[in-house]
């Protein structure tokens, strides 16, 4: 059975996945995700840095609040919904933003994880098609087996790039 956006979106024709890697090092699980995605550069910079909605449209995300420190940096916090049996995580990172709307970065401040950092980044590809890559480095404080964590990763990633797509395209 699948569950989440993959039910909504099956094979979409928005997404096409070039690579997903899930990696262990050093405790932290790592994934680095690829893709094509069908929509204008623009409006996928706008959702993935939509964190006042993200609520709305991002897998598990329960809460996201978002605190401007300056033009180009930004403090956000996210409340997220994780299934049975991890508990809820809630954490903090900073934003940096690119001038150019093609690349941010977050570093972890605080919260229920140990390590969380990573960036999106957006290369188009014409006006209308971005290859857009996702790469995460997080150490949790879960007792969950890693070969565990990765699954739900791969899952979890796979849902977060429909989810994109799919508010790119609204």
């Keep these: 059975m699948m569950l989440g ?5 099956p094979q979409s ?11 262990d090092s050093a405790n932290h699980q790592i994934v680095t995700a690829i893709a094509l995605l ?3 550069p623009d409006k ?15 897998p ?30 809630y954490y903090e990172m900073k934003i940096s933003e690119r001038d150019d709307r ?3 970065r977050w570093d972890h401040l605080g919260g229920d994880l140990h390590e969380n950092k990573g960036f999106w980044l957006l290369d188009a590809i014409n006006p209308n098609q971005v290859k857009l890559t996702y790469h995460v480095c997080v150490r949790t404080k879960s007792i969950l087996p890693n070969f ?20 790119a395209n609204q």
């Design 5 to 9: 956006l993959e039910m909504v979106f």
């Design 13 to 23: 024709k928005l997404v096409e996945f070039l690579s997903i890697e899930t990696k």
């Design 38 to 40: 069908d929509a204008e």
């Design 44 to 58: 996928i910079w706008q959702a993935i840095t939509d964190f006042e909605h993200y609520e709305e449209f991002m």
């Design 60 to 89: 598990q995300v329960m809460r996201c609040n978002r605190d401007r420190i300056d033009e180009k940096s930004s403090k956000v916090s996210i409340d997220l919904d994780i299934p049975w049996p991890v508990a809820n995580i």
């Design 102 to 104: 093609l690349f941010f």
């Design 148 to 167: 565990i964590i990765r699954l739900a990763q791969k899952k979890t990633t796979k849902d977060l790039f429909y989810a994109v797509a799919k508010r």
